[in-house]
Nanobody
Framework: QVQLVESGGGLVQPGQSLRLSCAAS????????MGWYRQAPGKQRENVAG???????IYSDSVKGRFTISNDNDKHTVYLQLNSLKPEDTGVYFC????????????????WGQGTLVTVSS
């Protein structure tokens, strides 16, 4: 069974940094793209950043210049470096994978992780 497992959330003060990780477990052959979404209390889930298996990246305007997404295709892992954190960055960060294929040929159009909580507060 394949799944996405996030780690790295926590409580930090404004201006500090965090690094989130998301690893896809299982017999993965390929993942076309991975990314991060977040959901703040009382708000809808929003796209934060994404990266393709060719390492093309995209960011939301609210995090551009502060967050950096990267990946390790061999490890089927995506990272999100969060710098200069602000209170409005608080929320549950979800990992997302698009078009995942296993070595057995099973295909998953998309997959979500359970989420990791980031709290930015003084």
């Amino acid at each position: 069974q394949v799944q996405l497992v996030e780690s790295g959330g926590g409580l930090v003060q404004p201006g500090q940094s965090l690094r989130l990780s998301c690893a896809a477990s299982g017999s993965i052959a390929r993942i076309n793209a991975m990314g991060w979404y977040r959901q703040a209390p009382g708000k809808q889930r929003e796209n934060v950043a994404g990266i393709t298996d060719g390492s093309s990246t995209i960011y939301s305007d609210s995090v551009k210049g502060r967050f950096t997404i990267s990946n390790d295709n061999d490890k089927h892992t995506v990272y999100l470096q969060l710098n200069s954190l602000k209170p409005e960055d608080t929320g549950v960060y979800f990992c997302h994978a698009v078009r995942m294929v296993t070595v057995d040929g099973d295909s998953y159009p998309e997959l979500w992780g359970q989420g990791t909580l980031v709290t930015v507060s003084s």
